[in-house]
């Protein structure tokens, strides 16, 4: 074995560019699978960590007409309770209607996330307790338990048992419990939970019709299967639950917890803020990503080390005379694969520790370093290593094996051999991944230029002051007060905000000018007449509110969406019978894009009227003029000082429209930034391994090299002599590429109601970055062997 060793060491110190390429390249890939690995991993065990998470799913209605989801009555958890005994708990979450608001004592207050959640929450969900005793936390009303990162922002400190906390300055609530924040995964983002019955406490929210009327749908209602009990049959006896004059059509079904956090489930409100969301599609993108750079850092392993196989036979030659069999010299390649791929994998965990917090900065990517440092994984990932070692040392092993011979080790020679087919399809695989990969980053960022610029509404120089329940009071003072700013233009009130337009769903009857009748649903936005033209929304047809309120009572303004839906052939002047009274349509607003364009946009009534509550959000929109950052800043401050004096209670929330934009871009954005970070390292260990192949070759030809330019050959055609070989590879992995980089963009983009053009520029330009890639990585290794002196390569010949 100590001679084993010295060989390696040997051959390290002949070939130091060969290993340190190989360790440099699985370093970094072993990194980026770790790195990558234990994000798709968190993603995809989202919530397996609670006490029988298997047996426990949430309800929703898979109707299609159905646009509430998982959004059920308050009243089906008796009835369940009464009738489906293969349940054998279940469990209702509600939003609290307005945002709230606490305060402590003389503290300042802030926004924060409750929920109301049944008695037996603590039950069904698993949580760590801090302080109080979870199993009666939330028995009586008016009881609340915060989550540990709450209870610090309100009091400082984790211990809060027994506090007082004020919501919305209003109703004090006693802190009953503390709990950790789950380490894993969970498509809960909880603050703050309190029970159910405090419902009827607190008047904004207490509906005595939640737990009467199954048309009232305002909770999440959860449950937990019996042993052996089969989910389908379960569903059909809950959707038999419903009465036929429900007022609408029902298949409830039941979704698994992981999947709610891929939002399969159903749960398409915006409103519900507790709920995260992740993206199935991202995580197995990333995975293939992951799995790409560990098949390109494989292949660059087998390729540099099969370039040394020409060297290695006269070594293993001498072994073989002085009495080494062949057991012996596989052995030594394979503990030689062995000390590379194992050195790699600890540079591997020190990158993956190191660079962690700089990769979650960046792209918001959260893996949790904790995962790569549990013993089951580290055991695991070295067994994989050595496996992986294994199996990429028997190629070149085998490879090595055919080459000897005791005639060939005589003659002290290696016949000239062109490039295996196996190393060439190798090459051409890496050219192929390359262009995928600048293809597909090249078209994401195209996306998302599509996205964001054309919205249909003006996302510049506006100003959203979200309106709380003093400023709602105020409404007519703080639009007097802002429209008074030197560089205020405009101001509107209505309940708009990127993708937080709080809309109610409406059903309507349609009645034409020729008298033609139908029926058709619609979202319905309130707004004042400012609001078309502080936003910049068009006019298509008719016209918009006039000033006069009284003149608008009655009229409606609807979208381009709206009138193609209902096949309004006449839209101005058409009757719309809701919510108990006939408006009449004055005109029709271009469309406009309210949530991301991956969802389309659904049919929109504008009604002339001021909020009056704040179960849906409502906003001040303040239109300005901006000369520079100086006047810019003065408009903000002047706007942050008459919100603070009108709401001394509440605290004032004021953000950009733009930066709304950029918040429901937000997946986007960061699918983007990761993709094109990870899509450029794998690029790079590409790079590496052609890098030491064009080393190899240039190397294998010195000869020859030496002997052209005896005979006269410039050093121009030297460099293309070496280099033409890597452009035919990347000609075929361009025509390989090109159909496949289609397909996967094609499968991607469907995830999008409205999507960018598949241009032929992008497959063109991602072929020609392809080769530049290529060449530069290999030119100055050309150019470094035909510019070398060829008296040194032919003096030993």
């Not at 992951?290 to 001498?318: D, F, H, M």
Request: proline content about 4%; charged content about 20%; glycine content about 6%.
């Amino acid at each position: 074995m100590k001679l084993l060793f010295k060989i390696v060491l040997r051959n390290f110190k002949n070939k130091p560019v060969n290993y340190l390429v190989n360790l440099l390249g699985l370093s970094i890939s072993f990194s980026l699978i770790f790195i990558l690995g234990s994000y798709c991993y968190r993603e995809l065990t989202t919530d397996a960590y609670h006490t029988d998470a298997n047996k426990k799913y949430l309800l929703y209605n898979a109707s299609e007409k159905d646009k509430y989801g998982a959004i059920l009555p308050g009243l089906l958890k008796e009835q369940i309770g009464l009738n489906v005994p293969e349940i054998k708990e279940s469990l209702r979450l509600k939003r609290t209607g307005q945002t709230p608001v606490f305060k402590v004592e003389d503290g300042e207050p802030m926004t924060s996330e409750l929920v109301y959640a049944d008695q037996n929450f603590f039950d069904f969900f698993t949580y760590k307790v801090i302080s109080g005793n979870l199993e009666n936390a939330l028995a009586n009303p008016m009881s609340l338990v915060l989550l540990k990162t709450e209870a610090i922002k309100l009091f400082g400190t984790a211990n809060a048992y027994g506090k007082t906390v004020l919501l919305n300055n209003q109703y004090p609530f006693t802190v009953t419990a503390v709990i950790e924040e789950p380490k894993a995964q969970s498509f809960l983002s909880l603050k703050a939970i309190t029970s159910i019955s405090s419902i009827n406490n607190i008047q904004y929210d207490f509906n005595q019709e939640d737990y009467s009327n199954w048309g009232q749908r305002n909770f999440l209602t959860f449950v937990k299967l019996a042993e052996n009990t089969n989910p389908e049959n379960t569903s059909g006896s809950v959707t038999r639950l419903f009465p036929p004059d429900a007022g609408y059509e029902r298949n409830i079904q039941l979704c698994p917890l992981p999947d709610i956090y891929m939002g399969q489930c159903g749960i398409n409100s915006p409103s519900l803020s507790f709920i995260n969301r992740g993206d199935k599609t991202q995580v197995m993108i990333l995975s293939m990503v992951a799995v790409l750079i560990l098949l390109i850092s494989l292949i660059n392993y087998i390729n540099i080390s099969s370039s040394q196989r020409n060297e290695l036979v006269k070594q293993t030659g001498i072994q073989k005379i002085i009495g080494a069999n062949w057991s012996h010299i596989l052995l030594g390649i394979l503990v030689e694969s062995q000390l590379v791929f194992l050195s790699s994998a600890v540079l591997a965990f020190l990158f993956s520790i190191s660079l962690a917090p700089v990769i979650e900065n960046y792209t918001n990517l959260v893996f949790g370093t904790e995962l790569l440092l549990s013993p089951v994984a580290i055991l695991g990932i070295l067994i994989a290593i050595s496996i992986l070692s294994l199996l990429t040392g028997v190629f070149p092993s085998i490879s090595h094996y055919k080459m000897l011979s005791i005639e060939k080790f005589k003659n002290l020679t290696v016949p000239l051999k062109e490039k295996s087919s196996t190393q060439q399809a190798f090459v051409i695989f890496q050219f192929v991944a390359a262009i995928v990969l600048i293809t597909f980053t090249m078209l994401v960022q195209k996306q998302i230029r599509f996205a964001t610029s054309g919205l249909g509404f003006n996302k510049e120089n506006v100003l959203a002051v979200k309106l709380n329940e003093q400023l709602l009071n105020k409404m007519d003072v703080l639009k007097d007060q802002l429209s008074k700013q030197p560089e205020v233009t405009q101001v509107s009130i209505a309940r708009f905000y990127p993708n937080d337009v709080g809309i109610n769903i409406n059903s309507a009857k349609i009645t034409q000018p020729n008298g033609e009748e139908k029926n058709g649903k619609a979202n319905t936005m309130d707004v004042d007449p400012k609001f078309f033209s502080v936003m910049g929304i068009r006019p298509v047809e008719g016209s918009f509110f006039s000033e006069n309120l009284t003149n608008n009572t009655d009229k409606i303004i609807v979208n381009e969406t709206f009138v193609k839906e209902n096949e309004l052939k006449e839209p101005v002047g058409a009757k719309v019978f809701f919510s108990n009274k006939e408006h009449e349509i004055i005109g029709v607003a271009k469309d406009f894009h309210f949530y991301p364009v991956s969802k389309a946009i659904t049919s929109l009534i504008f009604l002339n009227q001021k909020p009056t509550h704040l179960f849906f959000p409502a906003y001040c929109l303040v239109k300005f003029n901006s000369s520079g950052f100086s006047s810019l800043t003065q408009t903000v401050e002047g706007v942050m000082k008459i919100g603070k004096e009108l709401s001394p209670g509440f605290p004032f929330e004021v953000k950009f429209i733009d930066q709304g934009v950029e918040a429901m871009y937000k997946s986007e954005t960061q699918f983007r930034k990761t993709f094109s970070l990870f899509s450029g390292l794998a690029i790079f260990i590409s790079c590496l391994g052609i890098f030491a192949l064009s080393l190899a070759n240039s190397q294998r030809r010195i000869k020859e090299i030496g002997i052209r330019k005896i005979n006269g050959a410039k050093v121009s055609e030297v460099i293309m002599m070496l280099n033409k070989d890597f452009v035919k590879w990347v000609a075929i992995a361009f025509v390989i590429a090109t159909p496949l980089a289609y397909y996967a963009m094609n499968k991607w983009l469907e995830n999008f109601a409205y999507k960018t053009e598949l241009s032929w520029w992008i497959f063109a330009l991602a072929g020609l970055l392809a080769l530049g890639i290529a060449l530069l990585t290999v030119s100055w290794q050309s150019w470094k062997a035909a510019t070398r002196n060829p008296v040194e390569a032919l003096r030993y010949e």
